[in-house]
């Protein structure tokens, strides 16, 4: 048997501002809808039409499952939806004439946002899409810590790893109605002691980065590039690593795919491109210009020079890419078999927004992956689950300290620019724990309600992506808003309840603001 076990990691921190009409930031949600989550069940079902055997494995954050699942912001993904194609109304006069080379691609905009917003609203919305895929055997979803806090920076504050584990499962089993296999560590970090936590929620397999395998105790050192065994912990769950030597071709910056001359070029987008008067109706207030998505011209070259985007040229390159990527797969695993693996497989874990968002061919690409494997015939697509079901070659160990991104040992999320959000953390805990040992059982229900806001406050405020967004620079001054107000509000409703002044208004303000986790998903934990 050998396989490829491709994984889409989705998620999106918990934006929602029902206190604004038209909040910027939500456009993260909107965005990632149409250009990924979207276009992937299209993707798929169109494999599925075609008898095209496709399995894959993809994580739905528990912030986004809920974000998906909420009312006020699926309306919202609608608007979005619905003002750009009025955009794109208007850009189909700009661009009439029949030699325009930019006509065919308002076309192709238009009826894709069409598709996209019959699949949300005629066909019950993209869960529901997405559930019966998993149904189908198609896809495997799994799930992720609570609001992808760093387990292992959150290891040191007692009850924080068991709470966005805990949560995290509950969040997917009132939403998907099952109990999940895998989970996918938040920025694959991990260290001792979170696989026993795993276990304790019947968590059977999770991925990390190639050194934890590597690394992995007992055993010497592997070198870099040799082949990965899944490692089984001592208390049951089993670490997947991923495979840099196949993964790399598609998410290096300097020899990936996403790079070749006749993909769209991301940046050039008609937001930027228009003037401010045409472009200002299709945007939120107080906004000059940002991405709408519609964009006309390739990467062409590393000058500001761009040639219009060719479609069919690009849809080219994606199967060239796609038959490389799979000879680059047949390699590795006939590799891996001449080295006496008897199960051999490759892992590949990418973003899922790398697809379709950032890389606009990537879903078209991996579609022709999927067709270029069921040509081959002796390499199968799996999950994890499939893997262990059939059998898949294990050794048992402990999974070495790591995580993915820069250094590969956590350093962005604790970085000069955010170590300085674990002490709050660490210190709202412990009063968590003294609230609910003095107050848990109050008979007054505002008292349990603040109660409940306290730990949806803390839990939002652990969240990985303020961290990285401070160390990478982009949008901070939006992490920083975000973090001083889940801090405050900590704080406001720790005073409430110690002086016994309840300010409700306050309260009611919170819980209207973020309502995520509902008491059935704390009742997990």
């Not at 809808?33 to 069940?41: D, F, I, M, Q």
């Not at 994890?384 to 991104?405: Q, V």
């Not at 107000?485 to 919170?510: F, K, N, P, Q």
Request: charge should be negative; aromatic fraction near 10%; hydrophobic fraction near 35%.
């Amino acid at each position: 048997m050998k396989s490829l076990i491709l994984q889409l990691h989705a998620h999106l921190p918990y934006v929602r501002h029902p206190e604004w009409d038209n909040f910027l930031e939500e456009q993260w949600l909107f965005e990632a809808v149409v250009e990924t989550y979207a276009p992937l069940v299209l993707m798929l079902e169109e494999l599925r039409r075609e008898h095209i055997p496709a399995r894959l494995t993809m994580t739905l954050s528990p912030t986004l499952l809920m974000m998906l699942d909420d009312e006020l912001l699926h309306s919202r993904t609608v608007r979005y939806i619905n003002t750009r194609l009025r955009l794109l109304y208007d850009e189909a006069v700009r661009h009439e004439k029949d030699d325009d080379p930019f006509k065919p691609l308002v076309e192709f905009y238009t009826g894709r946002l069409i598709q996209i917003r019959d699949l949300l609203n005629g066909r019950g919305g993209l869960l529901r899409a997405l559930r019966a895929l998993q149904d189908a055997d198609i896809i495997e979803i799994i799930t992720c810590g609570a609001t992808h806090g760093f387990l292992p920076h959150l290891i040191h504050s007692p009850g924080s790893v068991e709470r966005q584990v805990r949560v995290g499962v509950g969040v997917y089993e009132r939403i998907l109605g099952r109990k999940p296999n895998g989970i996918w560590l938040p920025e694959c970090g991990f260290t001792q002691g979170i696989d026993s936590i795993l276990a304790s929620e019947g968590i059977k397999f999770f991925f990390v980065e190639s050194h934890a395998i590597e690394l992995a105790a007992p055993g010497e050192k592997l070198p870099a590039g040799e082949p990965l065994i899944p490692v089984k912990c001592p208390t049951g769950p089993v670490a997947f690593g991923r495979d840099r030597e196949t993964s790399k071709a598609v998410w290096s910056a300097e020899e990936g795919y996403p790079g070749d001359y006749n993909y769209r070029d991301f940046y050039r987008d008609v937001g930027f491109d228009l003037p401010d008067e045409e472009i200002a109706p299709y945007l939120p207030p107080a906004v000059a210009h940002t991405f709408t998505g519609i964009k006309y011209y390739a990467i062409t070259g590393e000058t500001d020079k761009k040639d219009p985007y060719d479609r069919d040229l690009a849809l080219e390159s994606a199967k060239l890419h796609a038959e490389d990527f799979v000879r680059r797969v047949q390699g590795r695993l006939s590799w891996m078999e001449e080295s006496g693996l008897k199960t051999p497989t490759v892992v590949c874990p990418y973003d899922a927004e790398l697809f379709g968002h950032w890389w606009f061919e990537g879903m078209d690409w991996l579609g022709d992956v999927f067709r270029g494997l069921s040509k081959i015939g002796d390499i199968d697509s799996l999950t994890p689950s499939d893997y262990l079901r059939r059998g898949g070659e294990i050794r048992r160990g402990m999974p070495a300290h790591s995580s993915w991104g820069d250094g590969g040992y956590g350093e962005v999320w604790g970085s000069d620019q955010a170590e300085w959000i674990y002490p709050h953390i660490y210190g709202l805990n412990r009063h968590l724990k003294r609230l609910k040992a003095k107050f848990g059982n109050h008979p007054d229900p505002q008292v349990h309600n603040a109660l409940l806001q306290y730990e949806r406050e803390l839990l939002l405020l652990e969240s990985s992506d303020w961290p990285f967004i401070l160390h990478t620079g982009t949008q901070a001054g939006y992490a920083n808003i975000r973090l001083a107000e889940h801090i405050t509000a900590c704080r406001e409703i720790r005073d409430m309840l110690d002086t016994g002044v309840m300010d409700h208004l306050r309260l009611s303000e919170y819980m209207w603001k973020h309502p995520c986790f509902t008491e059935t998903d704390f009742k997990q934990s």
